[in-house]
């Protein structure tokens, strides 16, 4: 039997007793009983109560491609492709094993990650239904110096999406990370399709705490938040707002770089007049917000020095 197919039917988090999922799944109580045991694997805890039947500990809202295409306005629908897959070991992974490309902007989310990715190798905890992944693909003319900015361009498309549910409340921490009360919400992973030095193919993911619960912190080795502690939004209407979001900003950026974004960036400065290091480099003093290109502006005691967004690590640091 199709696991999904039963998710589905329980994703409301009422009660269904076993007959009535056996009916309109097609199949006995018996492997209904069974499937449901096997839903242990997406993470997902079943309660069983004799005479009511089962139901999922939380509900979820399924990811609806329709729901989120039908929430666009057409000039950005047109423009896009979008697929939902329920597992897949990374949504970044798929888009950059692809070698064809379908609509201008590529969409990819999944319900689930097996192999999620974050930036500099780390793991991205990725449960069923909890949370969103969502990978996009795009061209991208110019030299390298065209990609300049184009990750703190995407954290601030979804800080600016995020905050308008959440009361202005987030903040970005340079280069991407979007911030809530000093624990991480979101985070940004751009890659590279391909090899090429005048037209990218860009693969960039954003991955997004929307409604997980402790039970599902395995092992994340820094403090983080859930979208649902500070807005009471769907996940289909965020997916959609983001995308376009995305679509708009992107525009922006291919024509005309970061420096149109600096202002915007700066005002959600996570580090903003604190102390900061690059980890493993020596390097520190006060954090003076982001230059044209998204560089970071460190005021040093032996003056003012700029940190180019690579694999570099910057902390908040005591002066
Ligand atoms: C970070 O370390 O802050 C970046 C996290 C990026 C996670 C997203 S989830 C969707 C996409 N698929 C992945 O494997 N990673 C990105």
Not at 17 to 44: D, N, Q
Not at 49 to 76: A, F, N, P, T
Not at 126 to 152: H, I, K, Q
């Amino acid at each position: 039997m199709d696991s999904i197919s039963l998710i589905s039917m329980l994703a409301d988090g009422q009660f269904h007793s076993g007959s009535e999922l056996g009916a309109a799944l097609g199949v006995s109580r018996t492997a209904v009983w069974k499937a449901l045991s096997g839903l242990a694997e997406y993470g997902l805890e079943i309660e069983a109560v004799k005479g009511r039947g089962y139901r999922l500990s939380r509900s979820i809202e399924l990811l609806d491609r329709d729901d989120i295409l039908h929430q666009m306005s057409s000039s950005v629908r047109d423009r896009m492709s979008l697929s939902i897959l329920p597992v897949i070991d990374s949504t970044n992974s798929e888009l950059m094993r692809l070698d064809r490309s379908e609509g201008e902007f590529e969409i990819l989310l999944a319900e689930m990650q097996t192999g999620g990715r974050g930036r500099r190798g780390r793991e991205w905890v990725s449960p069923f239904g909890r949370n969103v992944y969502l990978s996009m693909r795009f061209d991208l003319s110019g030299g390298p110096e065209s990609l300049a900015g184009l990750s703190l361009v995407v954290g601030l498309s979804l800080a600016s999406v995020l905050n308008c549910h959440a009361r202005g409340q987030l903040r970005l921490k340079w280069p991407n990370d979007v911030m809530v009360e000093g624990r991480k919400l979101a985070g940004v992973l751009v890659e590279l399709r391909g090899e090429a030095t005048t037209a990218w193919s860009v693969v960039l993911g954003v991955g997004l705490n929307f409604d997980m619960g402790v039970e599902q912190d395995t092992g994340i080795d820094q403090p983080w938040a859930s979208l649902s502690e500070f807005a009471a939004v769907g996940r289909n209407q965020l997916v959609s707002e983001l995308a376009s979001q995305l679509v708009h900003d992107l525009d922006v950026f291919r024509e005309k770089g970061f420096s149109c974004f600096q202002d915007r960036w700066n005002q959600l400065d996570f580090f903003k007049g604190r102390h900061v290091g690059v980890v493993g480099q020596g390097l520190s003093g006060l954090s003076a917000g982001v230059d044209v290109k998204g560089n970071l502006i460190i005021d040093t005691a032996s003056g003012r020095q700029s940190v180019n967004a690579g694999e570099v690590s910057v902390r908040a640091r005591n002066p």
